[in-house]
């Protein structure tokens, strides 16, 4: 078993050490291990709206554009106020509520925080 810990993207226990940074020997990633401790720490959800700034659950966001939603005649209009969203993993990381279509799922791309 090695001293060095695994590699961050193929998870290999085949690691050395080369100039201040951890070299996996299998695919050739190299990393600094203080960022990758520090990045593992710092590992909680953040989602950020098209602005940058930070969401969080309960939070009221602005739709920036016209969403077309899927078996609806009518899309989510640019302007419509999202009320109490819901931060989740995945590809549409906001679950919310919008009155005359229901629950759904939200990209945080296409949102302001209001």
């Given amino acids: 078993m090695s ?5 961050p993207k193929c998870h290999s226990e085949y690691s050395y050490p080369s100039e201040g940074l951890l070299i ?9 291990p203080e960022e990758v401790a520090a990045a593992q720490e710092d590992d909680t959800l ?12 309960g ?10 939603v899927k078996g609806m005649p009518k899309p989510v209009k ?16 906001i679950d919310c509520k919008i009155e005359g279509f229901g629950a759904m799922g939200l990209k945080s791309e296409f949102v302001r925080k209001a």
């Fill in 3 to 7: 001293e060095f810990p695994p590699c």
């Fill in 24 to 32: 996996c020997s299998e695919c050739f990633h190299e990393w600094n």
């Fill in 59 to 68: 939070d009221s966001v602005i739709v920036i554009k016209d969403l077309p």
């Fill in 46 to 57: 953040k989602v950020l709206d098209v602005n940058g700034n930070v969401l969080q659950n």
């Fill in 78 to 93: 640019a302007g419509t106020k999202v009320k109490n969203i819901r931060l989740t993993d995945g590809d549409h990381n």
